[in-house]
């Protein structure tokens, strides 16, 4: 099955639910700012100002130009449209293989970034071959998010299966659903349903840590 593809549309749908002025997780924008950053990294030159270096202002400049532009419910559902037909023609992302790669993760992350922005939310149920799918990226990625972690991180699921994310001479254990944890390794912490186990100094000096993105 292509998750990515059935993720693009929960995000879609997340996000036409919401509304344009809806807040999100992402600090300092709406649910119209976070639909412009998904259409211009996949149909625009500015996308390689969103890692940063020289084309990092223009990227801004455009993205608050295209929020602006869909402040009304039908310019916002019109943008939402836009990314969920896809990527554009040129783009590497249309190859299936590039697609899930790049954006399972992501696009869960972001539909979790509308849905608990709001003041009532609970988890989604995720079907098990989607959470083991954002399980195996999750593992790929983990020593990178976690690379600047300031102790060792074990990662635990609620079916009790561990995995390491980082070595370290003391290790805390965080526990949670696969979409829990995924959401705490993309710093989204405060908003995460985890549990951790460890020394006290060391689950402390965790607590503190925001993993990088």
Known sequence: MDFALSSRDALAEALLAAGPSAPT??????????????????????????????????????????????????????????????????????????????????????????????????????EGAYAAALWGQLLQRSAVLLRKAPVGVILVRPDGVRARARRGADSVAITGGIGELVLYLHGRGEHALVTFEGAPDAVEALRAFRPTV
């Open 25 to 126: 997780l992402c600090e300092g924008w709406e649910a119209r700012h976070l639909a412009a950053h998904l259409v211009l990294r996949e149909h625009s030159v500015w996308a390689a100002g969103i890692v940063g270096g020289p084309l990092r202002a223009g990227m801004e400049r455009r993205l608050a130009s295209m929020a602006d532009a869909a402040s009304s419910p039908a310019d916002f559902a019109a943008l939402v449209a836009t990314f969920r037909a896809g990527p554009g023609k040129l783009s590497p992302l249309r190859a299936a293989k590039v697609d899930a790669a790049a954006n399972l993760l992501e696009y869960f992350v972001h539909t979790e970034d509308v849905r608990r922005a709001r003041e009532q939310w609970a988890p989604r149920a995720l």
